[in-house]
Structures are given as C-alpha cells and as structure tokens.
Nanobody
C-alpha cells in the first residue's frame, strides 16, 4: 500500500527548530521527487521545499537559509529541518509524491499525500 506519513510537528518558540519526517512505503524514493507543502488557516497550500532523485533541492524564498530538505533512501524517509522558526511558519505541513522526478510548486502535480503534521510557532 502506497503511503506517506509525516511526523515531528510540535509547538516551538520563535527562533527554535523542528525536524519533520516523511516516511514513505509502497514505493521507493529512487524514482520520485518528494516535496513539502504547508497550509495555514485561511490560506492556500504552498510548496515549501522539494528534493529530486539527483538530490537537487528547491526552496520557497521565505524559507531559504532556514530550512533544509534531505532524504535517506535506505530508510525511505525525507526530512525537513526547520531552523530559526517564525510565527508565520505556523501551518499544517504535508509531504507529497511527485508523479515524476521534477519539482514543481503546483499541488496538482503531486499524486499522493500524507495526512499532515501541525507546526505551531509561538511564544
């Protein structure tokens, strides 16, 4: 059964760090790009970061220098290390599988999604 399961969301203080994990099953990471999206209340879902098979990475401008995406193919897991967190990073974070190996910020280009994990940044 093809599945993506996020974990690691929590309450963090501004300036703090969290690491999100996306454990995948039913397929291998070798053939698909994986992206992280987020959705804040009342806002559209937006692409945050993506990693390709070649390990090329892409980031939303507002998270560049603060977030790092990585993957461990042996563990079938993709990570999102989030540092210097800001209140505006508060959202539900989702990981998603791209139909191919090219990263795009379009929700419609991703065919399987996790259930999401809540990240709240507040003092």
């Amino acid at each position: 059964q093809l599945q993506l399961v996020e974990s690691g969301g929590d309450l963090a203080q501004p300036g703090g760090s969290l690491r999100l994990s996306c454990a995948v099953s039913g397929f291998t990471l070798d053939y698909h790009a994986i992206a992280w999206f987020r959705q804040a209340p009342g806002k559209e879902r937006e692409g945050v970061s993506c990693i390709r098979r070649s390990d090329s990475t892409y980031y939303l401008d507002s998270v560049k220098g603060r977030f790092t995406i990585s993957r461990d193919n042996a563990k079938n897991t993709v990570y999102l290390q989030m540092n210097s967190l800001k209140p505006e990073d508060t959202a539900v974070y989702y990981c998603a599988r791209r139909r191919g190996n090219y990263c795009t910020p379009q929700v419609r280009d991703y065919d399987y999604w996790g259930q999401g994990t809540q990240v709240t940044v507040s003092s």
